[in-house]
């Protein structure tokens, strides 16, 4: 039973780039939630995608947008990238059950972006 | 607004002894609450999950949940050095797949 997938593992970029990150949910899970993991903090909710369409989101500017496609993988994108998103990206997916309320969030090995 | 805490510590715990681990939250509205380990360096794990007041047990773990209270604990029996970790507590305020919100977590060392 495949976990979640994450890539790429490591990513160096400069500020004002653009940086896209991929996500493969847990076999058998439709909903992708993406989290953000500052050194010595906890994960803070970006957004999550079901059904591909963001159906909630946390307190992130706009330049944090997402995607998920029929096959319920994922990818995150940050535009005009500042040093402060230096951070720990975080894939977590689990499975709605037409609004069931104890799903399970499992998390994939996430992505450490370095900002320049 | 949402908010959880946790004494970041570390908490230092003797090999073999319980390892207690808290955690108070400030929406009455959460109805589920996670345990995650985080070792350095690696992505949480889901260790425990709670959902109503009261224990529940899996193996050396037990999660006590007090809603009245706004508080939720992690009891670690017959700790192990392999326990040393970040532990992470998470709820979720709606029902369905909300995201969590996430405290800062406490670093817990077992001493051998």
């Known amino acids: 039973d495949a976990g979640v997938t994450q890539s790429p593992t490591h990513l160096i970029k400069t500020r004002g780039q653009q940086v896209t990150l991929r996500c493969s949910p847990k076999?058998?899970?439709?909903?992708v939630s993406w989290y953000q993991q500052a050194l010595g903090q906890g994960p803070q909710f970006i957004f999550q995608?079901?059904?591909?369409?963001?159906?909630q989101r946390g307190n992130f500017p706009d330049r944090f947008s997402g995607h998920q496609f029929p096959n319920y993988s994922s990818e995150l994108n940050v535009n005009a990238l500042l040093l402060g998103d230096s951070a720990l990206y975080l894939c977590?997916?689990?499975?709605?059950?037409?609004?069931?309320?104890?799903?399970?969030?499992?998390f994939g090995p996430g992505t450490r972006l370095t900002v320049l | 607004q949402k908010e959880v805490e946790q004494n970041s510590g570390p908490l230092s715990v003797p090999e073999g002894a319980i390892a207690s681990l808290n955690c108070t939250y400030s929406?009455?509205?959460?109805?589920?609450f996670f345990w995650y380990r985080q070792y350095s360096g690696k992505s949480p794990e889901l260790i425990m999950s709670?959902?109503?007041?009261g224990d529940k047990e899996d193996g050396r773990f037990t999660a006590q949940l007090n809603k009245a209270s706004q508080y939720v604990s992690l009891l670690i029996r017959d700790s192990q050095p392999s326990d040393s970790a970040t532990y992470l507590c998470?709820?979720?305020?709606?029902?369905?797949?909300?995201?969590?919100?996430f405290g800062k977590g406490t670093h817990l060392i077992i001493q051998p």
């Open positions: 998470a709820l979720r305020v709606g029902g369905g797949a909300d995201g969590l919100t």
């Open positions: 929406d009455r509205g959460s109805q589920s």
């Open positions: 977590a997916s689990s499975l709605l059950l037409g609004g069931k309320a104890y799903n399970e969030q499992f």
């Open positions: 709670i959902y109503s007041n």
């Open positions: 995608y079901y059904e591909e369409e963001e159906r």
């Open positions: 076999s058998g899970h439709d909903t």
